[in-house]
């Protein structure tokens, strides 16, 4: 009786899955273990993934967005990049069922952990550039991300609020915003940022928080956004619009 050859539950999914198949499986198996089982984890293959998906998502966006310059592009490519973008692809595809993990991970629920399934994608993909190519690893990309492209918000939407309010000030002829940081709360590993943000032009001021000071500029930006006389100013067609968000 001829035995017959044993199936791999792993590999049968990434073909699913990804569209691929690993002419060399144990790439499949290393992109999927994570540092704490040790041996042959996936963190190599994730530094080499994280290159490939960004060069992929590029390519993606610089043919779907043959008129948006450089800075809209990279703004467009840092949102379908994102580990909170990657993660909810890795759930959606049921990476988290075929993760290795230690026992400590596997009593946290490493499976489900952000952080881990965005860091598995990425070395999937690195995997698959091995396995076969930058052309291969390029098609994983597109299936797998290729439908977010009909859902990305504008680029001019993803603006910060701090450069959406340089833009709209520069725009009216009104000096930048003044950014006064005026408490810093809590003990060093957990503190917490008071910034005012001010436009005396308009005698205008909002204070924000946030846990670091960058983040409570961004804030008070945000809330500032909110208190411009829209219907006085000539400002960028994103005003309205990421007031609203």
Partial sequence: MIARPKIDPLLVWSESALGHVFEDPSLAHSALTHRSVGGDHNERLEFLGDAVLNCGVARLLYDAHPRADEGALSRLRATLVSGETLAAV?????????????????????????????????????????????????????????????DLPSAQSLKDPKTLLQEVLQ???????????????????????????????????????????????????????????????????????????
Avoid: M, W
Avoid at 123 to 148: P, Q
Avoid at 196 to 217: F, H
């Fill in 90 to 150: 890795a759930a959606e595809i049921g990476l988290g069922h075929h993760l290795k993990l230690g026992p400590g991970e596997l009593r946290t629920g490493g499976s489900g952990r952000a952080s881990i399934l965005a860091d598995a994608l990425e070395a999937l993909l690195g995997a698959v550039y091995v396995d076969s190519g930058f052309d291969a690893a390029a098609h994983v990309v597109r299936r797998i991300l290729g439908r977010r492209l009909e």
């Fill in 171 to 245: 725009a009216n002829g009104i000096a930048l915003p003044v950014y006064s940081l005026t408490a810093v709360l809590g003990d060093p590993h957990c503190q917490s940022f008071a910034v005012t943000c001010e436009v005396p032009a308009l005698k205008l001021a909002a204070a924000g928080e946030g846990s670091s000071r960058r983040r409570a500029e961004q804030h008070a930006a945000r809330l500032l956004l909110d208190r411009l006389p829209v219907d006085k100013l000539l400002d960028p067609p994103s005003l309205e619009q990421s007031k609203r968000s």
